[in-house]
T-cell receptor, first 113, second 116 residues
């Protein structure tokens, strides 16, 4: 069946450091891929998505590229801020997202000033 | 567009009691999803609806769990005879299937259930 594997957290970085959170997936066919973020005390928010191979999703300085050959969708940001502290979830689905999503376990990021 | 809302936000109940949670989706969204999230895990899909039709319910955790969306607007998730293992955050999300192509799921704040 479909599954998502994320790097274990927590991840602690200093402000302005480079961030990578690894995500790999197993799926039949051609899923859409997503990164959701959960800030403390808030609900899940869509951060970015990619719907086909080689697509790059980007938002708020975060980027992720859909790599079919390595079945990966790693999240990157060049310079993190304290406000980026949150839990990040990688997910896969069909039809650009309007079918049930399969989530990874999440990676907690803490950014210190 | 006021977002997805869930009620209550927190529920504490004794083992063996029944609980019901409500979700109000974004008004123009025809799909509604329920997920469960336990501590340290990602959300786990339970069931979903298109309008009032339940498209999949095989992932509901046991026959103690049921959901409905009688008029294709709000939905309820009921857990009968609660057990301590049911303690979790229950998330609702909604999406659309037509329009401008923005089909992403939007999540509510969740209902945190504690079974004592």
């Amino acid at each position: 069946g479909n599954s998502v594997t994320q790097m274990e957290g927590p991840v602690t970085l200093s402000e302005e450091a480079f961030l990578t959170i690894n995500c790999t997936y197993t799926a039949t066919g051609y899923p859409s891929l997503f990164w959701y973020v959960q800030y403390p005390g808030e609900g899940l928010q869509l951060l970015l998505k990619a719907t086909k191979a080689d697509d790059k999703g980007s938002n708020k300085g975060f980027e992720a590229t859909y790599r079919k050959e390595t079945t990966s969708f790693h999240l990157e940001k060049g310079s993190v801020q304290v406000s980026d502290s949150a839990v990040y979830f990688c997910a896969l689905g069909r039809n650009s997202g309007n079918t049930p999503l399969v989530f990874g376990k999440g990676t907690r990021l803490s950014v210190i000033a | 567009d006021t977002g997805v809302s869930q009620d209550p936000r927190h529920k504490i109940t004794k083992r063996g009691q029944n609980v019901t949670f409500r979700c109000d989706p974004i008004s123009e969204h025809n799909r509604l999803y329920w997920y469960r999230q336990t501590l340290g895990q990602g959300p786990e899909f339970l069931t979903y609806f298109q309008n009032e039709a339940q498209l999949e319910k095989s992932r509901l955790l046991s026959d103690r769990f049921s959901a409905e969306r009688p008029k294709g607007s709000f939905s309820t998730l009921e857990i009968q005879r609660t057990e301590q293992g049911d303690s979790a955050m229950y998330l609702c999300a909604s999406s659309q299937t037509s329009g401008t192509g923005l089909y992403e799921q939007y999540f509510g704040p969740g209902t945190r259930l504690t079974v004592t």
